[in-house]
């Protein structure tokens, strides 16, 4: 009989069962190769050859020149897979005559009870020239050594184009406002944070709302993104 591995559970054959050497043989390539960084000639090739891959498989591919893994569902990004949280904005989310902060529904990301994380978000959003916006994140009790802060239009500017703003920011829920160029005109803005669990686990989350509240549509777009990884 062969017997497992105590770390990852390959069969290796015993010494007195030579008699079953070809069968045990085939029970290790069918664990050991799943586990390969596994070589193929194109993204067809792959398709063909592994049409059922399993969670965390690598594979290469040699015509595209780049490596992927499987998410239990598709073949991503190994840069992406090896994020913390990979979030994305897949639906328009609006607000209208509030400013008590909302949370941004997608943009939020589960963090342990220790260690130091950093995060980046690329937001798309429109807003009012005179309602403009406010973002914050909120993260949980104990956390300590945090900062975030964006690059976005300053709350003087109307257009797409003109003063940015820097401003940082030490505490959980407390926002920053920036500016609009009008209901419809969508601006990019920009945003990067770190922080340091103190023993208690939850979600940095992601928040915005109007900076002064009047019945106009402001607006988080699809395609706003937030990036979260362990650095220690």
């Keep these: 009989m062969p017997t497992p591995t105590p770390n990852q559970g390959i069969p290796i054959q015993n010494g007195p069962d030579a008699a079953n050497l070809p069968g045990a043989q085939t029970s290790e390539v069918a664990v050991v190769e799943p586990r390969l960084v596994q070589q ?11 049409p059922a891959p399993t969670e965390n498989q690598v594979s290469a591919l040699a015509a595209e020149d780049r490596v992927d893994i499987y998410d239990s569902a598709n073949w991503v990004s190994l840069y992406r897979r090896s994020l913390s949280t990979y979030v994305e904005v897949l639906t328009d989310q609006v607000i209208t005559n509030t400013i008590v902060l909302q949370n941004i529904t997608a943009l939020v990301a589960p963090v342990p009870t220790a260690g130091t994380f950093h995060w980046e978000v690329d937001m798309f959003y429109d807003t009012s020239t005179t309602e403009k916006i406010q973002f914050a994140f909120t993260w949980p009790a104990g956390v300590t050594n945090a900062r975030w802060g964006g690059l976005a239009i300053d709350t003087s500017v109307t257009a797409a ?9 030490t505490t959980s829920g407390t926002a920053i406002a920036y500016g609009g ?4 005109t969508i601006l990019a803005a920009t945003f990067a944070g770190r922080m340091t669990m103190g023993g208690t686990a939850g979600n940095l989350q992601m928040q915005f709302c109007q900076n002064a509240a009047a019945a106009t549509n402001t607006t988080v777009r699809l395609g ?9």
């Design 181 to 184: 160029a009008g209901v419809g």
């Design 224 to 232: 706003a993104r937030m990036k979260v990884w362990r650095i220690l």
């Design 40 to 50: 193929y000639t194109n993204l067809a090739d792959r398709t063909a050859r592994n």
């Design 161 to 169: 184009a003109g003063i940015i703003k820097t401003s940082t920011v």
